[in-house]
């Protein structure tokens, strides 16, 4: 069953460590996703995600236009992160584990997000929402995402290890939500 991605109520955030000390977010403000839920059987259902790469923002003009430059992102030659989910595995209840396919700056590499499904309901609309929260890990160098400095006590300006948050809700894709669209 196809379903959209309500972008009013959806965010895709991340965290790295800075300075070996402390921690930045962030967060995208321009995505797409493809969506096919199952909701009788989670584990059958799909997705696939573009993020505008020029889209991040941490609160900081100067370190995002540092992020969108070739030291990181290259949003110029590199417009879109991607996801394509492959396997969803049940872990019981309401939890599951997606593996797919995250592409950055033309590389891809798998990722594996723990989801935790937190229902459906009618809105008051007629269609169906429904909610999740996923998180993940990755490592930033895998893709390409290398610009560091040393710092003199040891450790580095920015860590490897980047943490995903995504709290999404979907909306049922009906024949008059599609009209109306």
């Known amino acids: 069953m196809s379903w959209k991605v309500d972008g009013a ?3 895709i955030e991340f965290a790295v460590r800075h300075m070996m ?13 493809e969506v096919d839920l199952d909701p009788e059987d989670q584990t059958r259902s799909w997705v696939t995600a573009e993020i505008k790469t020029a889209s ?3 609160r900081e ?5 540092h992020l969108r430059s070739a030291d990181f992102f290259d949003v110029d030659k590199f417009p879109l992160i991607t996801f394509k989910s492959g396997k969803v595995e049940s872990k019981g209840g309401d939890n599951f584990l997606v593996e797919g ?13 723990d989801v935790e499904f937190l229902g459906m309901e009618k809105s008051p609309y007629g269609f169906r929402v429904a909610g999740f929260e996923a998180t993940g890990k990755l490592s930033r ?19 490897d290890e980047i943490k995903l948050r995504i709290d999404g809700e979907v909306d049922e894709v009906t024949a008059e939500v599609a009209a109306a669209a």
């Open 9 to 11: 109520h959806t965010s």
């Open 56 to 58: 991040l923002d941490t």
């Open 101 to 113: 396919d995250l592409t950055i700056k033309d590389v891809t590499r798998p990722l594996v997000l």
């Open 141 to 159: 160098e895998e893709f390409g995402l290398t610009w560091n400095v040393a710092l003199e006590a040891g450790g580095f300006i920015v860590g």
């Open 61 to 65: 003009e100067a370190r995002d236009a």
């Open 21 to 33: 000390v402390s921690t930045v977010r962030g967060h995208f403000n321009e995505f797409t996703a």
